[in-house]
């Protein structure tokens, strides 16, 4: 029962009930619709072999991260500002309350005009995807600092400059770490989109192509290779986080994440 319930905490039980269900259900359904998982991975034995999978998903990777990183790199002092300055919330508040709303896919034609079918476009369309999300968390985290905390370093003689580095920002870094990780994840669904319709690599490009063959397999292996993509980077960032950031309330537990809707 022990190892039972080691192996049902790490996942493992929850996966081989999927693949059994799995299994089981396409022994009802047509294969070329509705392969199963031996198919699956003899699918994806045939992209391993001829090297293209794992340079799709180097190229779809590459993108994500270069996007998402450049989201942070805008929203999080865009964020850090709205919260602290008034006038600067005001103006902002009104662009981010509508744009974020507005999906990046809704943009896609847009940048391929503008920025044409290169790397550019993507990139920038995952920029999108990220910023408003993390400028949003960043704010609310800055927004929920402890106002006595403010004032102490205040009465200290602690400058503005000093308050924000000093104060603020260790405060708010579980709601800014919180916007990073969900903005990769939106990170993720960008990119399929983008690179479904203006590309010619990548794992969207993977899923999208693969009906004109008629090769479900590799839409499955698509599939599984984003949840795989998107699972590992998210625990390589959390695990990072952990190490780096525990002073600051950031450990390798979902329970520590702050969710900010």
Do not use: H
């Not at 005001?90 to 981010?96: G, N, Q, R, S, T």
């Not at 004032?151 to 919180?178: D, H, K, N, W």
């Amino acid at each position: 029962m022990k190892y039972f319930n080691k192996l049902l905490k790490l996942g493992a039980v929850s996966w081989v009930c999927i693949i059994i269900i799995w299994e089981i259900g396409s022994k009802f359904s047509n294969p070329d619709f509705f392969p199963g998982p031996l198919r699956v991975i003899s699918g994806g034995g045939d992209l391993i072999k001829d090297g293209s999978l794992f340079q799709f998903i180097g190229i779809s990777l590459g993108r994500i991260i270069t996007g998402w990183f450049l989201g942070n790199l805008i929203g999080i002092p865009i964020g850090l500002l709205m919260g602290r300055v008034k006038a600067v919330k005001m103006f902002v508040d009104p662009i981010l309350n509508f744009f974020r709303f507005i999906p990046a896919l809704a943009f896609l034609t847009l940048f391929l005009l503008w920025f044409g079918v290169g790397e550019e476009g993507k990139v920038i369309l995952i920029m999108y995807a990220t910023t408003f999300t993390v400028m949003l968390n960043t704010e609310a985290g800055v927004s929920n600092v402890e106002k006595e905390k403010i004032r102490a370093a205040r009465c200290l003689g602690a400058s503005e400059f000093q308050i924000m580095f000093s104060v603020i920002i260790p405060a708010a870094i579980p709601y800014i770490f919180t916007g990073v990780r969900l903005a990769m994840s939106g990170s993720f669904g960008a990119i399929v989109g983008a690179e479904m319709l203006a590309a010619n690599k990548g794992v969207g490009y993977l899923i999208w192509t693969s009906r004109l063959y008629f090769k479900t397999e590799w839409i499955f292996i698509g599939l599984i290779s984003l949840g795989l993509m998107g699972y590992l980077t998210d625990k390589i960032l959390v695990t990072a986080a952990s190490l780096t950031m525990k002073k600051y309330g950031i450990v390798n537990s979902k329970d520590s994440m702050r969710r900010v809707a």
